[in-house]
């Protein structure tokens, strides 16, 4: 039989005759020929099918297919210059595997709600399927990345009895005759992974209560959480943009078909390659926020919201890190600054394009009696945390980690508009279908 191939791997098999399982996804015919709109999973891609080397009875199969039918096709590959893709196939023959109904997405323009009660087919679309492609190289960069740069991944649990980042925005569940939540993030699990193995990460799914509905936030995100002994924050600060840097590059190395396919820019991608990112304190991004006039009522103490955050962004035209934010805005297990009392050893980093805070990180408290104030006096229960305190009790070391936030990133680096698009199936205040 002849080679069964994906279409994106069209180039090495131009003018040869293959075999290709795809779906119709839009066609255009006359009397005589027709051009199919067809998609195999890895690219989209025209097929042409001309009557006079078909026969009557094929052709007139394919002038009445219908949208999403699937079918092997055979063909001739050839390259077309004027599409995104730049390959098409001559159809030799097709065979319908799957018929299709009515199908709901056409190629017509449709609301956001009802795309997402059909994400589960809209997947299938142009958009989706380059914003999933680019998540799964960010994915597969970040694996490269640690990797290359040493680190072992230790998965946090999802279950989990302690709650890191604060207790409102927890998710309850019922765990046999306990209470367990749902992970807000991994740090604390990192923390005891780092003083075990050096330099760790994590990825996975994290969960937030946060009845914010904005184009930020998700109620399901997933964050990539590394962690590493002996690091204080400067040298942290080099791993994350080092890190921010390659997945960009990344991106750039190996979705350009992606990005046209999304409209973006490499151009404007590639200024984010360029190293080191510019660092600001807070202080100087409340005083700036203050000279800018449009913020009025700002005052130091203050957190920054999306508005901040994309006026400071603007400044720049890198991504840039914010540092030493006031205690009262960031949670316990941060290391306070060695001279000011009022601020800790942290930083979030800001990404260009009003795409606002992309990785939160800071070097961690390693003392355990300041440790254990700390603690309390963020109202949290001792007794809950005294694993985490232990990692203080026996050979503490400096140590720093960070977290991003994986669809953040997505959003930014395809410069798509909302959150929801960049993760398969979203989960947000009024959706958790399909
Ligand atoms: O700033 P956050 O809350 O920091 C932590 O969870 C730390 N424990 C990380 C660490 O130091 N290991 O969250 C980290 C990142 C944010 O910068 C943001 O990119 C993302 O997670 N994030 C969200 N992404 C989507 N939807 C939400 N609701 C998010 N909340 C945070
Ligand atoms: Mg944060």
Redo the contacts with the bound molecule.
């Keep these: 039989g002849l080679k069964k191939i994906n279409i994106i791997d069209a180039k090495d098999y131009v003018d040869q005759e293959v075999e290709i399982g795809a779906w119709l996804t839009d066609k255009r015919s006359s009397g005589k020929i027709s051009f199919l709109q067809l998609r195999d999973g890895t690219a989209f891609f025209q097929g042409v099918a001309v009557k006079s080397q078909l026969g009557d009875d094929l052709y007139e199969l394919i002038r009445h297919l219908r949208q999403e039918t699937s079918m092997i096709i055979t063909g001739v590959i050839h390259e077309d210059t004027r599409s995104h893709f730049g390959f098409e196939i001559e159809v030799s023959g097709l065979k319908v595997v799957g018929e299709s109904e009515d199908y709901p997405i056409t190629p017509k323009e449709h609301g956001i709600d009802f795309l997402l009660d059909h994400r589960h087919l809209w997947l299938r679309s142009t958009k989706p399927h380059a914003m999933m492609v680019i998540r799964n190289e960010i994915i597969r960069a970040t694996y490269v990345f640690f990797n290359k740069e040493g680190y072992i991944k230790i998965d946090a649990p999802i279950l989990t009895g302690s709650a890191?980042?604060g207790t409102t925005e927890l998710f309850k569940t019922k765990y046999f005759d306990k209470e367990a939540y749902l992970s807000?993030?991994g740090?604390l699990y990192?923390e005891a992974g780092a003083l075990a193995f050096d330099k760790v990460f994590s990825f996975g799914p994290t969960f937030?209560a946060?009845k914010?509905k904005t184009r930020?936030?998700?109620?399901e995100?997933w964050?990539i959480?590394p962690?590493m002994a002996f690091m204080h924050q400067e040298e942290s600060l080099e791993v994350q943009e080092r890190y921010v840097a390659f997945l960009v590059q990344s991106v750039l190395d190996n979705c350009e078909y992606e990005l046209s396919l999304l409209g973006r820019d490499p151009e404007i991608l590639k200024k984010y390659t360029k190293l080191p990112y510019p660092k600001i304190s807070y202080d100087k991004a409340i005083e700036m926020l203050q000279e800018s006039g449009d913020f009025p009522e700002i005052q130091w103490g203050a957190d920054f919201g999306s508005p901040e955050e994309t006026y400071l962004a603007e400044q720049f035209d890198q991504p840039v890190f914010i540092l030493n934010y006031p205690k009262a805005i960031k949670p316990f297990y941060m290391k306070p600054h060695p001279t000011r009392d009022d601020v800790y050893i942290c930083a979030?980093l800001l990404a260009p394009e009003g795409y606002g805070?992309?990785?939160?990180?800071?070097e961690r408290e390693d003392d355990f009696d300041k440790l254990e104030a700390a603690i309390k006096a963020a109202g949290l229960d001792p007794e809950a945390y005294d694993w985490y305190l232990d990692l203080r009790r026996y050979g503490s070391v400096p140590h720093s980690?960070?977290?991003?936030?994986l669809?953040?990133a997505i959003t930014w680096i395809t410069g798509e508009s909302h959150?929801r698009e960049a993760i398969p199936f979203p989960r947000l205040l009024n959706r958790l279908n399909p």
């Design positions: 890191p980042e807000q993030s740090q990192e937030r946060e914010s930020r936030h998700l109620i995100f964050m959480e962690e979030d805070e992309i990785i939160g990180g800071s980690g960070f977290g991003l936030g669809e953040r959150i």
